[in-house]
């Protein structure tokens, strides 16, 4: 029935039922206010039409004017929303249609004993509603009862046609009203110093009365709360009870047995290498300890009694662990009465402790030495060699100091290297089975052989030292210093080098070197022993002006190129000009490119005065003497200066009382442009050295060299690319 039809329904009922009274003879039935309550008083009985008042608790009375209050009319506490209580009298038997409808506040209805009948939606959401009790006389039952009431439990009697109803109403939780059976542990141990609880399972699981009336039999052994936590007091056994209090007075029992406190901890002392002691806290209410040892061969646990609280064990195994769990007891009349068992503790006796990662010490080529800290309880060591990839290790040897030395090794490789501390005692030898960190460690690698130089290495400012590979090397520290000097060290990070240049040294000089590899393992850096020292003379340069002009003659005139006829200015010896297009105008500037190669006029640069590092022959001559040939007769035809420069010399020549100058060889492209009346877009040269020749074991070098070059010249608004090559002479005196 839907909730606006039913308060229609209601309002016309309510509407009929005055039209009713008023029609009655005053002799059939009378209306009658009492406080807040309107009753139909008939000649036996009263019925409640309707409560008028707002009390939070109201109570219906039991009688009207000397009649039996015996139903509750339709609607009577329609939408009562601030009534949280009623008190319905023994006496009521039916209760009519939505008669609590909509009452939000009402938590709880306890139905009386002589109600028979419910009749449609009497409790229409009434959405507080928690408890509802419905007694065995009830029999008749309307629809929608308890509509809404989500939060509503209704308990009835087994058996009932209370029960039947509740259980066709798919969404409405129900118990009962008594409990049918009650169950529990027959027996139940709680030591002293503890509590437990005795747990009750109550059938059915919802009934309306389930709380239960705990006893002891013998509260000097335990006790017990009304909640059923038992308490116990002294070690024996007692029966505690729990009974219902619903009034079916079902009672179920178990037997208690109060035992001696549980051990909680055993402690380890005086701890040897077969032997230790084991002691734990006097446990509450015992006399005695059951104490187990775990026999790992046979599996079982054997006993030992005790009434102390502490026990040696003696005999055990070298470096062995042993499990123990301990039980107290006591004694009760004829039986013992024992203690929860403890946890398992396990204990070892004396044993070797891990060894620290072991450190570096020293090395030599063919041994590493290392060390480590002393580990506990140790009366030796065992070394062995960790491989990094299978972790396998092999035995190398033992020792009972802190340090070994490792010896049959290959030079400049990298080992790991692990130790094991072992104790002995009576013969026997026990080896800690976790080994320390692996070290790093590495061997030196082998001295370098074969330092050495020739005469041609061998300059006045420079030595070119040369010595045999070192396989596995990788680098190399030379040692170096002027006679007389302290050493200096060169760094050479290339393990397949196998020379080094010493320059800017000074000329007839001894010098005297000494080279060590170098090995890297692990991050860290391993040098070789240092070689023999190997001592060598710089060449000397001239001492003065006339010895310089007899040693520059006499060199140059032993090269090929001054026989060959090389002009000492140069002239270019290759000045051909291609352009990437062919036209009247193009070919002109290449004939005009080539003609300035070839008479070298007008368009090479020069700068006076120069005084360099190296001294260029072809730099210091006179434009003018570029057809002399190139010899020494015509170089110190007029004079020479000669001066220190470094660890080299300079001469400077005048010929023909011209001064020397700068010779820069270029093509100039600018000047060629502008008499052209062309424009000049860009311009790149490439120089490559042709031929380098040393004189004198390199106090003189002879450097042939070309140029190469590719210039953009715009020709009636078309961009033109010339490109040619000339070569030309560089003489070096060091």
Same mark, same amino acid.
């Given at each position: 029935?839907? #909730?606006?039809?039913?308060?229609?329904?209601?309002?016309?009922?309510?509407?009929?039922?005055?039209?009713?009274?008023?029609?009655?003879?005053?002799?059939?039935?009378?209306?009658?206010?009492?406080?807040?309550?309107?009753?139909?008083? &008939?000649?036996?009985?009263?019925?409640?039409?309707?409560?008028?008042?707002?009390?939070?608790?109201?109570?219906?009375?039991?009688?009207?004017?000397?009649?039996?209050?015996?139903?509750?009319?339709?609607?009577?506490?329609?939408?009562?929303?601030?009534?949280?209580?009623?008190?319905?009298?023994?006496?009521?038997?039916?209760?009519?249609?939505?008669?609590?409808?909509?009452?939000?506040?009402?938590?709880?209805?306890?139905?009386?004993?002589?109600?028979?009948?419910?009749?449609?939606?009497?409790?229409?959401?009434?959405?507080?509603? !928690?408890?509802?009790?419905?007694?065995?006389?009830?029999?008749?039952?309307?629809?929608?009862?308890?509509?809404?009431?989500?939060?509503?439990?209704?308990?009835?009697?087994?058996?009932?046609?209370?029960?039947?109803?509740?259980?066709?109403?798919?969404?409405?939780?129900? &118990?009962?009203?008594?409990?049918?059976?009650?169950?529990?542990?027959?027996?139940?141990?709680?030591?002293?110093?503890?509590?437990?609880?005795?747990?009750?399972?109550?059938?059915?699981?919802?009934?309306?009365?389930? #709380?239960?009336?705990?006893?002891?039999?013998?509260?000097?052994?335990?006790?017990?709360?009304?909640?059923?936590?038992?308490?116990?007091?002294?070690?024996?056994?007692?029966?505690?009870?729990?009974?219902? +209090?619903?009034?079916?007075?079902?009672?179920?029992?178990?037997?208690?047995?109060?035992?001696?406190?549980?051990?909680?901890?055993?402690?380890?002392?005086?701890?040897?290498? +077969?032997?230790?002691?084991?002691?734990?806290?006097?446990?509450?209410?015992?006399?005695?300890?059951?104490?187990?040892?775990?026999?790992?061969?046979?599996?079982?646990?054997?006993?030992?009694?005790?009434?102390?609280?502490?026990?040696?064990?003696?005999?055990?195994?070298? &470096?062995?662990?042993?499990?123990?769990?301990?039980?107290?007891?006591? !004694?009760?009349?004829?039986?013992?009465?024992?203690?929860?068992?403890? #946890?398992?503790?396990?204990?070892?006796?004396?044993?070797?402790?891990?060894?620290?990662?072991?450190?570096?010490?020293?090395?030599?080529?063919?041994?590493?030495?290392?060390?480590?800290?002393?580990?506990?309880?140790?009366?030796?060591?065992?070394?062995?060699?960790?491989?990094?990839?299978?972790?396998?290790?092999?035995?190398?040897?033992?020792?009972?100091?802190?340090?070994?030395?490792?010896?049959?090794?290959?030079?400049?490789?990298?080992?790991?290297?692990?130790?094991?501390?072992?104790?002995?005692?009576?013969?026997?030898?026990?080896?800690?089975?976790?080994?320390?960190?692996?070290?790093?460690?590495?061997?030196?690698?082998?001295?370098?052989? &074969?330092?050495?130089?020739?005469?041609?290495?061998?300059?006045?400012?420079?030595?070119?030292?040369?010595?045999?590979?070192?396989?596995?090397?990788?680098?190399?520290?030379?040692?170096?210093?002027?006679?007389?000097?302290?050493?200096?060290?060169?760094?050479?990070?290339?393990?397949?080098? +196998?020379?080094?240049?010493?320059?800017?040294?000074?000329?007839?000089?001894?010098? +005297?070197?000494?080279?060590?590899?170098?090995?890297?393992?692990?991050?860290?850096?391993?040098?070789?022993?240092?070689?023999?020292?190997?001592?060598?003379?710089?060449?000397?340069?001239?001492?003065?002006?006339?010895?310089?002009?007899?040693?520059?003659?006499?060199?140059?005139?032993?090269?090929?190129?001054?026989?060959?006829?090389?002009?000492?200015?140069?002239?270019?010896?290759?000045?051909?000009?291609?352009?990437?297009?062919?036209?009247?105008?193009?070919?002109?500037?290449?004939?005009?490119?080539?003609?300035?190669?070839?008479?070298? #006029?007008?368009?090479?640069?020069?700068?006076?005065?120069?005084?360099?590092?190296?001294?260029?022959?072809?730099?210091?001559?006179?434009?003018?003497?570029?057809?002399?040939?190139?010899?020494?007769?015509?170089?110190?035809?007029?004079?020479?200066?000669?001066?220190?420069?470094?660890?080299?010399?300079?001469?400077?020549?005048?010929?023909?009382?011209?001064?020397?100058?700068?010779?820069?060889?270029?093509?100039?492209?600018?000047?060629?442009?502008?008499?052209?009346?062309?424009?000049?877009?860009?311009?790149?040269?490439?120089?490559?050295?042709?031929?380098?020749?040393?004189?004198?074991?390199?106090?003189?070098?002879?450097?042939?060299?070309?140029?190469?070059?590719?210039?953009?010249?715009?020709?009636?608004?078309?961009?033109?690319?010339?490109?040619?090559?000339?070569?030309?002479?560089?003489?070096?005196?060091?």
């Amino acid at each position: 029935m839907k #909730k606006t039809n039913l308060r229609v329904l209601g309002i016309i009922f309510v509407l009929c039922s005055f039209l009713c009274l008023f029609s009655l003879s005053a002799s059939a039935a009378e209306k009658v206010t009492s406080g807040d309550f309107v009753f139909s008083v &008939g000649k036996s009985s009263a019925t409640l039409l309707e409560y008028t008042g707002n009390d939070s608790s109201v109570k219906i009375p039991t009688k009207i004017n000397k009649k039996k209050v015996t139903a509750i009319a339709d609607y009577a506490f329609w939408q009562k929303k601030s009534m949280k209580s009623v008190t319905i009298p023994d006496t009521v038997k039916k209760i009519g249609e939505a008669a609590f409808n909509e009452c939000t506040s009402l938590k709880k209805v306890v139905l009386p004993e002589q109600l028979t009948t419910l009749k449609d939606a009497v409790f229409w959401y009434c959405t507080n509603l !928690k408890t509802v009790v419905i007694k065995e006389n009830a029999k008749s039952f309307g629809d929608n009862v308890f509509r809404g009431c989500k939060n509503v439990t209704v308990y009835v009697y087994k058996g009932s046609k209370a029960e039947t109803f509740v259980k066709s109403q798919s969404d409405l939780k129900y &118990g009962y009203m008594e409990i049918t059976s009650l169950k529990t542990a027959k027996t139940l141990s709680v030591a002293l110093g503890s509590k437990a609880k005795m747990s009750v399972t109550v059938k059915p699981s919802v009934v309306y009365n389930s #709380k239960l009336k705990f006893k002891t039999s013998d509260s000097k052994i335990a006790t017990v709360s009304s909640k059923g936590v038992i308490t116990p007091k002294k070690c024996g056994t007692c029966v505690i009870s729990a009974t219902a +209090t619903d009034g079916t007075k079902k009672t179920v029992k178990t037997t208690v047995t109060v035992t001696p406190a549980m051990i909680e901890k055993i402690t380890q002392s005086k701890v040897k290498a +077969t032997s230790f002691k084991l002691s734990w806290t006097a446990s509450e209410g015992a006399t005695k300890y059951a104490v187990y040892k775990y026999n790992v061969k046979t599996k079982k646990w054997a006993r030992t009694n005790t009434s102390k609280t502490a026990l040696t064990f003696s005999s055990l195994e070298l &470096g062995s662990t042993t499990k123990f769990k301990i039980k107290a007891y006591v !004694k009760v009349g004829k039986e013992n009465i024992y203690s929860p068992t403890s #946890k398992t503790f396990s204990f070892s006796v004396l044993k070797p402790g891990v060894v620290s990662t072991p450190k570096f010490v020293s090395s030599t080529t063919d041994s590493v030495s290392i060390s480590w800290a002393k580990a506990s309880n140790a009366s030796g060591y065992e070394i062995y060699r960790y491989n990094d990839s299978s972790k396998a290790l092999s035995f190398v040897g033992s020792t009972t100091g802190l340090s070994y030395t490792v010896s049959d090794l290959s030079p400049n490789t990298q080992y790991r290297f692990v130790v094991k501390a072992f104790l002995k005692y009576s013969g026997k030898k026990y080896l800690c089975p976790t080994h320390s960190e692996p070290n790093y460690t590495a061997t030196k690698p082998s001295v370098p052989t &074969g330092l050495k130089t020739t005469d041609d290495d061998i300059t006045a400012k420079s030595i070119l030292l040369s010595w045999n590979k070192l396989n596995g090397a990788h680098g190399y520290e030379i040692a170096y210093c002027k006679t007389g000097s302290d050493f200096k060290t060169v760094k050479i990070s290339s393990g397949s080098a +196998t020379s080094y240049l010493f320059d800017d040294l000074e000329n007839g000089a001894s010098y +005297t070197f000494r080279i060590r590899a170098v090995g890297v393992h692990f991050s860290k850096t391993f040098f070789s022993d240092y070689s023999s020292d190997y001592t060598v003379k710089t060449k000397a340069l001239p001492t003065n002006n006339t010895e310089a002009v007899n040693y520059f003659s006499t060199a140059l005139e032993k090269t090929s190129l001054v026989k060959n006829g090389y002009s000492l200015f140069v002239t270019p010896q290759s000045a051909k000009v291609t352009a990437n297009i062919s036209s009247e105008k193009t070919a002109l500037i290449c004939d005009e490119i080539e003609a300035s190669l070839a008479t070298g #006029k007008k368009y090479y640069t020069f700068s006076d005065g120069v005084n360099q590092n190296g001294l260029s022959l072809a730099e210091v001559i006179s434009p003018e003497k570029k057809s002399l040939a190139f010899s020494s007769e015509n170089i110190v035809a007029e004079s020479a200066d000669y001066s220190l420069n470094g660890s080299g010399f300079d001469l400077s020549f005048e010929m023909k009382d011209k001064t020397a100058c700068h010779f820069t060889p270029s093509v100039d492209f600018v000047s060629i442009c502008e008499n052209g009346g062309y424009s000049l877009q860009g311009v790149s040269y490439t120089t490559k050295v042709l031929d380098l020749t040393k004189v004198n074991n390199g106090l003189l070098d002879l450097l042939e060299v070309s140029v190469d070059f590719n210039a953009i010249i715009t020709v009636d608004g078309e961009d033109v690319v010339f490109s040619g090559s000339y070569s030309y002479l560089y003489v070096f005196a060091w």
